[in-house]
């Protein structure tokens, strides 16, 4: 919490953030380096550092020397701890390699490179990203959510959590690397700003009619139990067409050719299953983000039976595409993360 009102607080603090984006622009490759790299004082540095004013007063208040050659002593560890400090941090590079797709409510995971070419191991790295306003003071710098490199040499692999709280696109916050070696006098950080940013789909919702999209009934099952759905393949014969420009002659029928009965193009099928619709319309949710939800529950569900569907939304093409499996379920979250 902090001593001062936030009055006060927020013009001073909304000026540094701006004064900090200005020196570190967004990008999903830094390397920290005397511009973006800053030193102060550690909590238990400042009272190093009322040490040092209390033993030079009192070295030339009673005139001292024994007081006053500790107090330059003490003055020499400082600079040493202070250019050590900061030549610690210095010249690492950091690099983002993946953003996950979460669901709301779940954190989001940021996996980064960090390299570093100095001959000398890097110790006691603090990784973490900065908290939104949203998030109370009890969930801040819990232990899930910073990494903590206690040796970092040539490269390394982390993974970072962000907390989510609702749909739609998410700019990364700020990562803060900082570090307090070797003495804890001196505290160097950086901030980097990635350029990428996170969907987030909503959270899914079950809903009453869950049956009708989840079950099959029993005239829509074949005897044999097996699905009677059909996509464009090469299996099964299905028709005959009017030949269009650009097609492939090898899906020409020659034998109607030559008798006399024009260009015809021959249509196959590939079974996929018996399909379902997830229509936005028909979910029976009065809000727009309810129904997005249980849209969402509908995807993970059919993905989960390895049932083949399409989904319908607003504002989009009525055509809709059918599939299945983990990889078309991601694109149709990924669809309801964007979705206006």
Known sequence: MSI?????TLPISTALAHWFVKRAPRSDRATLNLR???????????????????????????GNNLVLGLCFYL?????VSFHVTFAHISGLQIQLLEVTMAEAGTPVWVTLQLRSDSRQPRRQLLLSFE???????AQKNTDNEQVLLPYLHGEQIVRLPIITTQRGEL?????????????????????VYFSRTAWVYPKPEAFEEQVQYLALSNEDMP??????????????FERLDNYIAGESLARVSWA?????????????????????????????????????AQLAYGVLSFSQLGIPFAMCLPNEPSSAVVGQGNIFAQACLLRLAKSP
Do not use: C
Request: charged share 15%; hydrophobic share 40%.
């Open 171 to 191: 700019v990364l916050p700020r990562l803060q690397i900082k570090t307090v070696y070797p003495l804890g006098i001196m505290r160097a950080w950086s901030y």
């Open 223 to 236: 005897i044999d139990g097996q699905y009677t759905q059909y996509q464009q393949g090469q299996d099964d």
């Open 36 to 62: 973006n790299v800053y030193i102060f004082f550690s909590r238990e540095g400042l009272l190093f550092a009322l040490l040092l004013v209390i033993t030079f007063i009192a070295g030339i208040n009673y």
């Open 131 to 137: 908290h939104s306003a949203y998030q109370d003071s």
């Open 256 to 292: 109607h050719v030559a008798r006399g009965q024009g260009m015809l193009t021959k249509h196959f099928t590939d079974p996929i299953g018996h399909e379902q619709i997830l229509d936005y319309a028909d979910m029976p949710a009065a809000h727009h983000e309810q129904k997005l």
């Open 75 to 79: 003055v020499s560890v400082w600079l």
């Open 4 to 8: 001062l009102p936030r009055k006060l």
